[in-house]
């Protein structure tokens, strides 16, 4: 019985541990560095190099994000950007804040701060993880 106790006090206690210790965590105008990786795969599966991060001197600013996004591969998920920094990535996250900060496209969920290199051509942003490998995702402007 001792044993069963100690044991489940010890998970719990590494619960607590690993929840509250959220690498993830970052103050979304606080400057950081950002990496560039070689090639993400597309949605199609196939690899294109990717761009270095967009930066406010290559003229993109944060208004050229602001409007309602579809998601390319289901119309069930939408990125909505507003002007004053909210939002919602229906069918995802749900309501959100955001900014575009040091070309990095930064998204506040209820669980994390998201950290994306953007890049807008036309009508289509592609947002490539700066988090997590091979995780890309594009949306057409609405």
């Known amino acids: 019985m001792k044993k069963g106790l100690l044991l489940l ?9 690993t ?5 993830n965590e970052v103050d979304p105008t606080e400057a950081t560095e950002v990496t560039t990786v070689a090639a993400e795969p597309t949605t199609a599966g196939e690899t294109e190099a990717v761009t ?3 930066t406010e001197e290559d003229g993109l600013t ?12 289901s119309t069930d998920f939408q ?3 507003e002007a004053d ?7 995802h996250h749900g309501e959100i804040e955001w900014a575009f900060v040091n070309g990095e496209l930064r998204i506040t969920t209820s669980l994390m701060i998201e950290r994306w290199n953007p890049v807008i051509e036309g009508d289509t942003l ?11 995702y594009i949306y057409i402007r609405q």
């Open 62 to 73: 944060e208004s050229d994000f602001v409007g309602t996004w579809i998601w390319d591969f």
């Open 126 to 136: 592609t947002i490539s993880s700066l988090q997590e490998d091979d995780l890309e």
């Open 85 to 91: 920094g909210t939002g919602d990535w229906v069918g």
């Open 9 to 17: 006090t010890a998970i719990l206690g590494l619960f607590v541990f």
């Open 19 to 23: 929840a509250c210790d959220n690498d």
């Open 52 to 54: 270095e991060p967009a």
């Open 79 to 81: 990125l909505i950007l």
